[in-house]
């Protein structure tokens, strides 16, 4: 498996981005698909997941109504778009293949990481 994330940059506070993840090497739609973030200093977070299938998704308190996670299964691609960014929301974002509950299981996989950075 293979997780290719781009779409990462600077931007001042009150600003968007959109991130994005490719997939190769999934053969199975079981798994939620999802993002993480690791600010310096501090542990990496869930963020948001999506079902492969269906309609679930899940989202930090942190970012509810300011995020929006979707995907394109033809691409094989999940998408973040974050509104509203906050320089708190500073950090290398990371997409991961097998979230459950918020926490990607250990046979599942990383994305490289993409740093968005925030100005106030």
């Known amino acids: 498996v293979q997780l290719q994330a781009s779409g990462g940059g600077e931007v001042q506070a009150g600003g968007s981005l959109r991130l994005s993840c490719a997939a190769s090497g999934i053969t199975s739609s079981n798994y939620a698909r999802g993002w993480f973030r690791q600010a310096p200093g501090r542990e990496r977070e869930f963020v948001a997941s999506?079902?492969?299938?269906?309609?679930?998704?899940s989202y930090a308190d942190s970012v509810k109504g300011r995020f929006t996670i979707s995907r394109d299964n033809a691409k094989n691609t999940i998408y973040l778009q974050m509104n509203n960014l906050k320089p708190e929301d500073t950090a290398v974002y990371y997409c991961?293949?097998?979230?459950?509950?918020?926490?990607?299981?250990?046979?599942?996989?990383w994305g490289q990481g993409t740093q968005v950075t925030v100005s106030s």
């Open positions: 991961a293949y097998k979230v459950v509950a918020g926490r990607r299981l250990p046979s599942g996989s």
């Open positions: 999506i079902r492969w299938s269906g309609t679930d998704t």
